[in-house]
Protein backbone atom coordinates (compact mmCIF):
# COMPACT_ATOMS: atom_id res chain seq x y z
CA UNK A 1 0.00 0.00 0.00
CA UNK A 2 1.28 3.58 -0.60
CA UNK A 3 0.41 6.80 1.01
CA UNK A 4 0.17 9.79 -0.05
CA UNK A 5 0.30 13.31 1.89
CA UNK A 6 -0.19 16.79 0.55
CA UNK A 7 0.75 19.97 2.24
CA UNK A 8 1.02 23.26 1.18
CA UNK A 9 -2.32 24.62 0.74
CA UNK A 10 -3.81 27.45 2.90
CA UNK A 11 -5.21 31.02 1.88
CA UNK A 12 -3.48 33.23 -0.52
CA UNK A 13 -4.68 36.70 -2.50
CA UNK A 14 -5.26 37.13 -6.08
CA UNK A 15 -2.42 37.20 -8.38
CA UNK A 16 -0.39 35.38 -5.61
CA UNK A 17 1.56 32.10 -5.43
CA UNK A 18 1.73 28.71 -3.52
CA UNK A 19 3.43 25.59 -3.81
CA UNK A 20 2.29 22.62 -2.86
CA UNK A 21 3.79 19.35 -2.18
CA UNK A 22 2.65 15.61 -2.12
CA UNK A 23 5.33 12.75 -0.43
CA UNK A 24 4.60 9.13 -1.42
CA UNK A 25 5.34 6.73 1.63
CA UNK A 26 4.73 3.09 2.55
CA UNK A 27 5.47 -0.10 0.53
CA UNK A 28 6.91 1.62 -2.49
CA UNK A 29 10.79 2.14 -3.30
CA UNK A 30 10.40 5.15 -5.51
CA UNK A 31 7.67 7.19 -7.73
CA UNK A 32 10.03 6.66 -10.73
CA UNK A 33 7.65 4.54 -12.51
CA UNK A 34 4.26 6.52 -11.43
CA UNK A 35 2.50 8.60 -12.84
CA UNK A 36 1.69 11.40 -10.53
CA UNK A 37 -0.60 14.43 -10.83
CA UNK A 38 -2.53 16.76 -9.08
CA UNK A 39 -6.41 17.54 -9.21
CA UNK A 40 -9.02 19.30 -7.80
CA UNK A 41 -12.65 19.87 -6.24
CA UNK A 42 -14.88 22.30 -5.60
CA UNK A 43 -18.43 21.32 -4.17
CA UNK A 44 -20.99 20.01 -6.12
CA UNK A 45 -18.61 19.75 -8.70
CA UNK A 46 -16.35 16.80 -10.25
CA UNK A 47 -13.06 16.06 -9.69
CA UNK A 48 -10.85 17.79 -12.27
CA UNK A 49 -7.51 17.08 -13.45
CA UNK A 50 -5.13 20.05 -12.96
CA UNK A 51 -1.95 18.78 -14.04
CA UNK A 52 -0.39 15.16 -14.73
CA UNK A 53 3.48 14.04 -14.68
CA UNK A 54 3.99 10.58 -16.66
CA UNK A 55 6.67 8.47 -15.71
CA UNK A 56 8.41 8.78 -18.80
CA UNK A 57 8.49 12.89 -18.56
CA UNK A 58 6.19 13.99 -20.49
CA UNK A 59 4.00 16.74 -18.43
CA UNK A 60 0.13 17.29 -19.14
CA UNK A 61 -1.96 20.27 -17.65
CA UNK A 62 -5.16 21.60 -17.63
CA UNK A 63 -6.18 24.65 -20.24
CA UNK A 64 -6.91 26.43 -17.23
CA UNK A 65 -3.66 26.49 -15.61
CA UNK A 66 -1.37 26.66 -18.64
CA UNK A 67 1.57 29.09 -18.26
CA UNK A 68 0.13 29.80 -14.44
CA UNK A 69 0.84 26.36 -13.13
CA UNK A 70 3.70 24.12 -12.69
CA UNK A 71 4.08 20.33 -11.99
CA UNK A 72 7.41 18.77 -11.08
CA UNK A 73 8.58 15.85 -9.55
CA UNK A 74 11.44 14.44 -7.48
CA UNK A 75 11.52 10.64 -7.63
CA UNK A 76 14.46 10.44 -5.43
CA UNK A 77 12.52 12.14 -2.24
CA UNK A 78 9.06 10.54 -3.83
CA UNK A 79 7.90 13.84 -4.04
CA UNK A 80 5.52 15.95 -6.44
CA UNK A 81 5.18 19.49 -6.50
CA UNK A 82 2.89 22.02 -7.43
CA UNK A 83 3.89 25.56 -8.22
CA UNK A 84 0.88 27.85 -8.11
CA UNK A 85 1.04 30.85 -9.70
CA UNK A 86 -0.96 34.29 -10.19
CA UNK A 87 -3.30 32.51 -8.80
CA UNK A 88 -7.22 33.56 -9.06
CA UNK A 89 -10.28 33.59 -7.08
CA UNK A 90 -11.30 30.41 -9.56
CA UNK A 91 -8.41 28.13 -8.41
CA UNK A 92 -9.72 27.54 -5.25
CA UNK A 93 -10.31 24.21 -4.19
CA UNK A 94 -9.13 21.23 -2.34
CA UNK A 95 -6.42 20.05 -4.35
CA UNK A 96 -5.76 16.10 -4.37
CA UNK A 97 -2.02 14.24 -5.51
CA UNK A 98 -2.90 11.62 -7.34
CA UNK A 99 -0.19 8.35 -8.15
CA UNK A 100 -0.94 5.62 -10.87
CA UNK A 101 0.92 2.29 -10.53
CA UNK A 102 0.20 -0.61 -13.62
CA UNK A 103 -2.72 -1.99 -11.49
CA UNK A 104 -3.45 0.55 -9.02
CA UNK A 105 -4.17 4.30 -7.80
CA UNK A 106 -3.57 6.39 -5.13
CA UNK A 107 -5.09 9.36 -3.77
CA UNK A 108 -3.86 12.14 -0.98
CA UNK A 109 -6.12 13.46 1.55
CA UNK A 110 -6.51 16.76 -0.32
CA UNK A 111 -5.32 20.07 0.90
CA UNK A 112 -7.43 23.14 0.86
CA UNK A 113 -6.29 26.19 -1.68
CA UNK A 114 -8.49 29.40 -1.23
CA UNK A 115 -7.61 32.47 -3.65
CA UNK A 116 -9.70 35.60 -1.84
CA UNK A 117 -8.94 38.81 -0.89
Known amino acids: QVQLVESGGGLVQPGGSLRLSCVASGNIHDISHMHMGWYRQTPGKERELVAL???????NYADSVKGRFTISRDNAKNSVYLQMNSLKPEDTAVYYCNGVEITREYWGQGTQVEVSS
Open 53 to 59: SLSAGKL
